[in-house]
């Protein structure tokens, strides 16, 4: 897509004139793989024991029990509203934390990924 | 108090640097921290990096009404690395030949590249005459430097390419007597590493873990939660503090109208006397000259001018500015009553609320005629769990305005009812604190990743008690974010906390965090190493794109299981 474009600009003189992407695929969006999809591919090959990728030095999850903090101002929290789930640190906040909307709660848990009804 | 004022970073666009003889007749090498932040470039030759921009292009859109006509007017001029004066103007149309830490839209590097050697002042024809020294990912994927070899190989026909890792080129040849063994710790803009490095009988063994977080994601996310968090206080803040702020201003406005000589003795006053007793008198003098005041910047002069006629009139104002305040907090009280009510079960309201819903629900499907009144849709309000309407905009405004009002005019009587010890306090804002905490408690954005100084505990417990001992030695810290205050001494304490106790553990950041990488290997490029080890375009021909020279701070190469090769043209 921005091939055409940018051709048409003055093109540097220390750039060969023929060239190409072998590999890229003509498909006018979506030329280029994603970080995933270089993953995925790499993992499907059949390599030896011994080889380590970029994908398998990912960090390990974590063990230690994660600390609450409240989700409005950030201090600890060891309160949790039953009904919002929402944690918070003080009766200051939960005063305001009644008064929020719906889709402002949604959006609080949906920040520190508590959003999904399993976890 | 010290406060921080938040600038906005300008670009200033590079120059297009001389190409000297000695550079074109030499096959200076040209070194290239291809870093996921930011790109350094430079000469082998010259001590610092001649350009430093941000990995980034822009491209503006086509204007829409310009859409038809030819060629003629064409697409506004791409933006590459410091072109970019603006960075927030085109946040938008920002694009980076990176995702996380590594290279996957090569377009976009071949943009990066073309602003990098044209401001190197490059203008050889149909080739670039420079070896290149370039940064990469640890455990780059294959395919992706192959790609790189394709590009600079074929489109600037560069006579050789090295591959190198950023913080192993910092660690290895930025560092004046390196110690053998070292737990690099890499805190980038994409992505943590953390790469231990033991020698072992002669053999270098190097494992790498590394952790990443999406942290532009993580920061921006922050960002706005802050920004949230802030508004919100700010707001409460800016309630209380307002009124004192532009009363200050007018009075000095007043003095100088009136020319009363003594405005020292007045601000001498207001610093060393009651202070409340100084807010009443400003508001007496502010009062009496804010008819004079012109060009009332902000909305509570405006109110502040309103004159009456006479105390009555006045009066009658401000009772009636007062019920109106009362009845939208009397309507927001029964609102948040009824919307608690009806999440709960066992209250009237939310019995009523489950009677509507199961009665709808109970009407025969073949004459249903829900829907022809208008009537039928109100039913909705009343059983949706807000209570029908919640606490509007429109409303809120009027309540904040109404309070300026009654403020404005009788000071004394809003504070009554609040606790005065409020009016003292200070919001202390946490943020400064809390984004960087990100690196060690990612859980704090759902993410199940341990954290920078668990995973570091992680990385020790692969080894052995003898070689922790040797890496706890030597904790070194490099990358960009290593420039936070204070993470040395917090690493350090969180790694004694899961060291034996009284072994010993040091920690250091290195010199330069951030261009320590182009340092390192622009000496490496400037050594004899660099002979041996460079990538040929004849080896690239002949072992295949994704082949290149290892050496000691380069990825280990694994070629591509047998079956899946990329064919190669013997013909």
Not at chain 2, 55 to 66: H, T, V
Not at chain 2, 68 to 82: C, I, K, R, Y
Not at chain 2, 297 to 311: A, C, I, S
Request: proline residues 6%.
């Amino acid at each position: 897509m921005s091939g055409e474009e940018v051709r048409a600009e003055p093109k540097p003189v220390f750039k060969t004139a023929s060239f190409y992407y072998n590999s890229k695929t003509n498909v006018k969006k979506r030329a280029w793989k994603s970080l995933k999809q270089i993953i995925s591919t790499e993992k499907a090959l059949p390599w030896p024991d011994n080889v380590v990728h970029y994908s398998s030095i990912n960090a390990p999850p974590s063990f230690k029990p994660a600390e609450k903090f409240s989700d409005l101002s950030g201090l600890p929290a060891p309160y949790t509203d039953p009904q919002t789930r929402l944690r918070f640190a003080n009766k200051e906040e939960y005063a305001t934390l009644i008064g929020l909307p719906m889709d402002i709660t949604a959006g609080y848990l949906a920040l520190r990924g508590a959003s999904s009804i399993v976890g | 108090m010290e406060i921080l004022e938040f600038k906005d970073q300008k670009c200033t666009p590079d120059i297009i640097h001389p190409y000297t003889p000695t550079l074109r007749n030499n096959g200076i090498p040209i070194v290239i921290d291809n870093g996921s932040y930011q790109c350094r470039a430079g000469w082998a030759t010259s001590s610092e990096p001649l350009l430093l921009f941000k990995n980034l292009i822009a491209k503006p859109r086509k204007e829409r009404s310009k859409k038809d006509t030819v060629e003629s007017t064409q697409a506004p001029q791409l933006q590459v690395g410091n072109d970019i004066i603006n960075i927030e103007a085109v946040r938008f149309q920002l694009k980076t030949q990176f995702d996380r830490n590594v290279v996957t839209h090569f377009e976009a590097q071949e943009h990066l590249f073309d602003y990098t050697f044209t401001h190197l002042g490059i203008d050889t024809e149909n080739c670039v005459p420079h070896p290149i020294i370039l940064t990469e990912a640890i455990l780059n994927p294959n395919s992706s430097r192959q790609l790189m070899s394709e590009l600079l190989f074929e489109c600037y026909s560069v006579p050789g390419i090295a591959y190198g890792i950023d913080c192993l080129y910092a660690y290895h040849f930025n560092e004046a007597k390196p110690q053998e063994n070292a737990l690099i710790v890499n805190v980038g803009y994409h992505t943590c590493n953390i790469v231990p490095v033991i020698v072992e009988q002669q053999k270098e063994r190097k494992r790498e873990l590394a952790r990443r977080l999406t942290e532009i994601n993580a920061r921006k996310r922050e960002e706005r939660l802050i920004e949230d968090e802030e508004k919100l206080s700010q707001l409460l803040y800016i309630q209380e503090m307002t009124e004192a702020g532009v009363d200050k201003e007018e009075i000095e406005k007043a003095c100088a109208e009136y020319q009363i000589k003594n405005t020292q003795d007045l601000q001498k006053h207001i610093n060393n006397l009651n202070v409340k007793i100084e807010k009443t008198k400003q508001k007496i003098i502010a009062a009496n000259t804010a008819e004079e005041v012109e060009e009332p910047p902000t909305k509570q002069p405006k109110l502040n001018k309103m004159v009456f006629e006479n105390e009555k009139a006045m009066h009658l104002f401000i009772q009636n500015a007062k019920k109106m305040r009362q009845d939208i907090l009397n309507k927001k009280m029964t609102r948040k009553q009824r919307k608690q009510d009806m999440a709960k079960r066992r209250t009237a309201a939310g019995q009523e609320r489950m009677r509507i819903i199961s009665q709808l629900a109970r009407k025969e499907k073949g004459n249903d005629d829900f829907g022809l009144r208008d009537e039928d849709w109100d039913i909705y309000k009343a059983i949706s769990k807000d209570g029908g309407d919640s606490d509007s905009e429109a409303e809120n405004e009027k309540l904040l305005e109404l309070d300026d009002v009654i403020r404005a005019h009788e000071p004394t009587e809003l504070d009554e009812t609040s606790n005065p010890g409020e009016t003292h306090q200070l919001h202390v804002g946490i943020e400064r604190y809390r984004a960087p905490e990100l690196l060690f408690k990612p859980y704090m954005l759902g993410s199940s990743d341990a954290g920078l100084s668990e995973v570091i505990g992680y990385v020790l417990s692969l080894f052995n008690s003898e070689d922790q001992l040797k890496l706890a030695e030597n904790v070194v810290i490099m990358g960009g974010l290593a420039n936070l205050p204070g993470l040395q001494e917090r690493i350090l304490s969180d790694l004694i906390s899961i060291r034996p106790f009284q072994s010993i553990v040091n920690v250091r950041i290195v010199k330069n965090p951030s261009l320590g990488a182009w340092y390192g290997a622009r000496k490496w490029a400037k050594s004899s190493d660099l002979k041996g080890n460079l990538l040929t375009k004849r080896m690239y021909e002949e072992f295949g794109p994704e082949y290149f020279k290892i050496h000691t701070a380069s990825n280990p190469f694994y070629p591509m299981p047998k079956g899946q090769e990329v064919e190669i043209d013997v013909s």
